[in-house]
């Protein structure tokens, strides 16, 4: 793999890597290792925006790494609130991001409409109305 982060030799640790894997995050092929979390496998890949805060959707990355925090909430294989950092890859696997659109990088709710000028808020008001025609209702 090209600008692969993982550790490959360590002083203490003995790291062990299993097959080579991939599922997909977003549209976007994720190589892995079999015995790899998928929060590994995404900052191995680069991914450093894992979720958007609750309330200003501000971007959120890793954080306690143990399964303790809400940053790393996804969607895996249909299931919602996964917290991908103690969830193992697994082949084919599906995984979405959730609580932002369009996506973790850019998301609209973080527009600060309380503070921003009469552009952000019209931008925003077109983009609500774009998402209500444009995007089907879940059952």
Known sequence: MQNDLRIADHPILDIQKGRQISFQFNSRTITAYKGETIAAAFYASGVRIFSRSFKYH???????????????????DGVPNVRVCREPARQGSVVM???????????????????????????HAQAMEHLAENRPIAD
Request: proline share 4%.
């Open 58 to 76: 501000r971007p959120r990355g890793l954080f306690c790494m143990a399964g303790h925090c809400s940053n790393c909430l996804m969607r895996v």
């Open 97 to 123: 991001s959730q609580n932002a659109w369009p996506s973790l990088k850019f998301d609209l709710a973080a527009l600060d409409l309380a503070h921003g000028g009469s552009e952000i808020k019209q931008a």
